[in-house]
């Protein structure tokens, strides 16, 4: 594997694709952020050697090149999922590619139901920890020994520093940034009332099916990393109403311009 990410990191490379600071993936319905790019380089993932291809039509599939804040950034505007069949490897890859690159900072969003009923749907939440249960990990198979060890901690998966900014650029924007617990379950079915109540149970405050492969792998190659949920639904099993995808897609569009700012000045300030 070691030698396709070398490959595709060479074919970046030549594309006009050189030391990349800050590593981004917009989740579901989050890609806007784009727009902030001053964009050097577009690429679809169907042009990129050894890349997925996103399956989900709220993912537009593109990997960005360019500047924000004098930064250069190197954007994926979607995701893959292992519930689209992909391999948890192959779900990381563009994670690795980055690092190759010469990325330094990864920044991580998803879409993420809010359990905890302090939280309300249209708010963010800074992950300070998670929990893994999806029914693979990225790091399962031969270990790629030039990337990082065997048995990488995970004792504080996201980055003490990246938060601490995260958490000032917020009070000083007056923006609402929930800490909490993320949850990471296959899907790509919501989940029951019963299941709701077990994942509150050991501990987390929001659920999706995303970003833990992601931030497993940053940890494995010692690149930093911080998340943030954008909170699109309230998983109350006491009070559960049908999943609207249209809803959820809608309050990720709205809630949106808080984590563009939120980024943005991040970025700013790195």
């Known amino acids: 594997m070691y030698s396709t990410i070398l490959e595709t990191s060479d074919f ?6 050189t030391t990349p600071e800050i590593g981004i993936v917009l989740g579901t319905g989050l890609g806007k952020l784009v727009n902030e790019i001053e ?12 890349f997925p291809v996103s399956t989900v039509e709220f993912h537009k599939g593109k990997l960005i090149f360019g500047l924000l804040h ?3 950034v190197l954007a994926m505007q979607g995701r893959f999922h292992l519930y689209e069949g992909y391999t948890l ?43 893994n249960l999806l029914p693979d990990n990225p790091l399962t198979g031969r ?36 800490e909490g617990v993320y949850v990471a379950v296959s899907g790509p079915n919501l989940e ?10 050991i501990g987390a405050d929001a659920v999706g099916m995303s970003t833990v492969p992601e931030v497993i792998i940053a940890n494995h190659m010692g690149l930093p990393c911080a998340a943030i949920s954008v909170l699109t639904d309230e998983c109350d099993p006491d009070n559960l109403i049908p999943a609207d995808i249209d809803d959820i ?22």
């Open 70 to 72: 004098g930064k250069k």
């Open 192 to 201: 029951t009332r019963a299941e709701y109540r077990f994942l509150r149970l």
């Open 89 to 131: 490897r192959q779900v990381t890859f563009p994670i690795r590619v980055m690092k190759l690159l010469g990325v330094k900072w990864l920044l991580l969003s998803n879409a993420a139901g809010a359990m905890n009923p302090a939280y309300k749907k249209g708010e963010l939440m800074l992950l300070n920890d998670h929990i």
């Open 39 to 50: 964009i050097i380089l577009e690429l679809d993932y169907s042009e990129i050697p050894h």
């Open 249 to 270: 897609i809608r309050t990720a569009g709205i809630a949106e311009e808080k984590l563009i700012r939120l980024f943005s000045n991040l970025a700013a300030t790195l």
């Open 12 to 17: 970046l490379r030549d594309k006009g694709i």
């Open 143 to 178: 270990n790629i020994d030039e990337m990082g060890p065997r048995f990488p901690d995970m004792s504080q998966p996201y980055s003490n520093i990246l938060n601490s900014i995260l958490r000032k650029i917020a009070f000083d924007l007056n923006i609402k940034l929930h």
